[in-house]
């Protein structure tokens, strides 16, 4: 199955990566960090409106290259400009081509927040998305453990960042809310089979309490199904590869804060 090749290939590069730099010097460089202004994306989306999260991706393993041309820095200035209110970067290198240093590029390109897109499941790698200028991380709840997703969660709070707690399925979602996620993300995607279904996040909405902010992820293709789901009470969408297709960026994004 996917995602425990996904989780595998993860624990594998991370256990390559401490011994290049170690946790405690990680740390040490993220200590060094200069105190910049919080990027507060939980504020963000109690605004009103529906929020987009526009995501710099070049592959997936479902879809494999989606762009062959990828100046991912360009991609992010013009998402910006166009009014994305966060940018996510993939940073999972083997299924996804992505690259830490594409999220620490783009952080320091932009000035909304940056979310850290990978299969997280140590604090080494809470700690690699702070030195690279995350403003947000990612956790999937199918692959933590409830103590994993608090901790984790934590953590990324205690550096000033903030987490998107992922959930598919029906446990997933409730697990994420018993979790004390502040900001859920339900996915229209099966990580274990990398199916989408539009209609599912619908279907999942109501088991989070209205004061959880809730962002549809995946799968989404136009203005038509952002105003669904805003009208359903999602606060942000994520949305990758429409976007990176599109031949006009900005006015894909322009379309969705409108619709
Ligand atoms: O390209 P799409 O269908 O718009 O999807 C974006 C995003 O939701 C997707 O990349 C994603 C959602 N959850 C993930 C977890 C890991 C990697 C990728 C993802």
């Known amino acids: 199955m996917i995602l425990d090749e996904l989780v595998t290939a993860t624990h594998n590069r991370l256990e390559r990566q ?19 202004a919080k990027l507060d994306f939980l504020a963000v989306l109690q605004r009103p409106g529906i929020h987009v999260i526009a995501e710099v991706k070049k592959a997936s393993p479902s ?9 991912y820095l360009q991609v992010a200035r013009t998402y910006e400009q166009a ?3 966060a940018i996510s970067v993939l940073t999972e290198p083997d299924y996804f081509k992505g690259k ?13 927040p940056t979310l850290r897109k990978d299969f997280t499941i140590d604090p080494y790698m809470v700690y690699e998305a702070k030195l690279n200028g995350a403003a947000i991380i990612l956790l999937i709840v199918a692959i933590l453990t409830d103590e994993q997703l608090c901790n984790l969660r934590k953590l990324a709070e205690s550096l000033g960042m903030q987490a998107i707690v992922e959930a598919y399925t029906e446990t997933e979602v409730t697990r ?84």
């Open 18 to 36: 401490r011994e290049k730099v170690s946790l405690p010097k990680l740390k040490q460089e993220v200590a060094k960090l200069n105190a910049t």
């Open 63 to 71: 879809k494999g290259t989606i762009v062959t041309d990828f100046p």
């Open 83 to 85: 009014g994305a209110d």
């Open 100 to 112: 830490l240093r594409y999220l620490n590029e783009i952080s320091a390109a932009t000035s909304i």
């Open 176 to 259: 994420a809310v018993r979790s004390g996620a502040k900001i859920i993300g339900i996915n229209n995607r099966n990580l274990k089979n990398f199916a989408v279904d539009f209609g599912h996040s619908f279907k999942m909405r109501s088991l989070v309490p209205a004061k959880i902010p809730v962002i549809a992820e995946s799968g989404i293709s136009g203005p038509a199904d952002v105003k669904r789901l805003a009208q359903a009470d999602f606060k942000g969408v994520l949305v990758g590869e429409a976007l990176m297709k599109a031949t006009n960026k900005r006015e894909m994004i322009r379309a969705f804060k409108e619709f």
